[in-house]
């Protein structure tokens, strides 16, 4: 079984900054992409950010210059440093990984809020 646990999320003021972390953990025997989606209200959920094993990254528009992505193979762990946050940043962001247990499979965290207002 393969857990992603995230934290870091909360409430900051406009132009404030946060840091995410998602840690997966359990029968993990290779672990290939990760990144962090997020889902605004009344939205569907889209890409923010992700990062391959090899540290190559992608960023939505909305947050390139802002978020950084970045990740620690031996922790298993992710990160997304937020920069200069906007209120329609505002979203429940998750964490994706593709895992090798058996086989390759998407997983996914459980969610942090991100509140963005003063």
């Known amino acids: 079984q393969v857990h992603l646990v995230e934290s870091g999320g909360g409430l900051v003021q406009p132009g404030g900054s946060l840091r995410l972390s998602c840690a997966a953990s359990?029968?993990?025997?290779?672990?290939?992409?990760m990144g962090w989606y997020r889902r605004a209200p009344g939205k569907e959920r889209e890409l923010a950010a992700r990062i391959s094993r090899s540290g190559s990254t992608d960023y939505a528009d909305s947050v390139k210059g802002r978020f950084t992505i970045s990740r620690d193979n031996a922790k298993n762990t992710i990160y997304l440093q937020m920069n200069s946050l906007k209120p329609e940043d505002t979203a429940v962001y998750y964490c994706n990984a593709n895992i090798r247990t058996t086989y390759w499979t998407d997983y996914w965290g459980q969610g942090t809020q991100v509140t963005v207002s003063s």
């Open positions: 359990g029968s993990i025997f290779s672990l290939n992409g």
